[in-house]
């Protein structure tokens, strides 16, 4: 089968044949297995992450800016947990708006209590108004958006003059003894764990999927350049632990 690849596209990874072969089938993709996996997906993140997913997110929030009274967009929220620890920082006087195209994981995030503006819309296209934001958040989602360019001229939108960005990501080392050990664990081991305690397929198969998506994802010089190329200002990664990545950058004022 000849695979369909639109060669304008900014992707943030190569086609990755065992899961679509289009833009179209990978969408239909995602939408689906992240529907099927939104009631397993908190349990399966914390203790993949070893209950560190909270505290981490929390240090980036604080370490890139965020404040009491901003008003923040978290963009591919998931289940909230980054819109839930945003909530907590900005305070009454700020205001969360948390966004993703799953219904299933905007019904999860509100269940939770994590989220009282939950917005359904993708990356590339957000429904909010230009530059009504002070600080945009994506936490561990960037590989899911079809065109970097296009996205990053999104979040340029919406953010005020001297609004702040950052992008969370995992990324692997290419070779060495860290690599073999996140490997084994994200590729291996939280797969197969999460066919055990969940019996879920999709869950399965998504967390294989994930795993494939940050391996194959564009390298860190490709989504600096391409936040400067859309008109950001000073875009720089931040990496914790070796393997986190932590991409900001600002409007320019």
Known sequence: MTLQVDENRVAPHPVLSRYYT??????RYLKS????????????????????????????LVR??????????????????????????????????????????????VAGGRTIAPVVGKAE????????VDFLCMGFALRHVADLEVTFREYLRLLK????????????????????CLKTH??????VLTR?????????????????TFDMCVP?????STLAAVGFEGPSQHVVIRVFSEYTAHKPA
Not at 22 to 27: C, L
Not at 125 to 132: F, G, K, Q, T, Y
Not at 186 to 191: E, F, I, S
Not at 220 to 224: F, L, Q, S
């Open 22 to 27: 289009d833009e179209a089938q990978r969408q």
């Open 33 to 60: 297995a992240f529907q099927e996996t939104a009631e397993h997906y908190d349990s399966i993140n914390n203790w993949m992450s070893f209950g560190s997913d909270r505290w981490y997110r929390r240090q980036a």
């Open 64 to 109: 890139s800016g965020l404040q009491a009274g901003m008003r923040m967009a978290d963009v591919g929220c998931g289940t909230g947990l980054v819109s839930g620890i945003a909530r907590e920082i900005v305070g009454p006087s700020g205001h969360v708006f948390s966004i993703d195209p799953s219904l299933g994981m905007i019904s999860e995030a």
């Open 125 to 132: 296209a957000l429904p909010i108004a230009d530059e009504s």
């Open 161 to 180: 003059p001297g609004g702040k960005l950052l992008l969370m990501e995992l990324t692997p080392p290419r070779k060495g003894f860290v690599r073999f």
């Open 186 to 191: 994200m590729r291996y081991v939280v797969p």
């Open 196 to 212: 055990v305690f969940t019996g879920s397929k999709a869950a399965t198969l998504l967390y294989e999927y994930c795993w494939d």
């Open 220 to 224: 860190p010089e490709k989504v600096v």
